[in-house]
């Protein structure tokens, strides 16, 4: 079946329940993990003291992993290509 073939193919309504709950469940992981990469890298004007604890280089390097990783999440909700053949 070539990949035009499949891209036009009606889906059932199972995997279009599915891929909405992927979607969804991208954003919201998405939305997790940039907050939590924002939180780590501003975390000294939350007057919190994990500064203390852990040094801020490696804060500030573990906040723009999550906050990569958030935007990956979006964008896998935004495109929602769950069904690709590899």
């Known amino acids: ?6 891209e036009r193919d009606e889906m059932s309504e199972k995997n279009k329940g599915y891929i909405r709950m992927k979607s969804i469940m991208d ?8 907050a939590m990469g924002v ?11 994990l ?6 280089p490696v804060m ?4 723009a992993v999550c906050l990569l990783y958030g935007l ?9 290509n769950y069904f690709r053949e590899r």
Not at 1 to 6: K, R, S, T, V, W
Not at 72 to 80: A, D, N, S, V
């Open 51 to 56: 500064n203390s604890t852990i040094d801020e």
């Open 1 to 6: 079946m070539a990949l035009e073939e499949f």
């Open 72 to 80: 990956f999440r979006f964008y896998r909700g935004y495109k929602k």
């Open 39 to 49: 939180f780590l890298l501003f975390n000294k004007y939350f007057n919190l003291r």
């Open 60 to 63: 500030k390097i573990f906040g």
């Open 27 to 34: 954003f919201g992981m998405g939305l997790l993990w940039l």
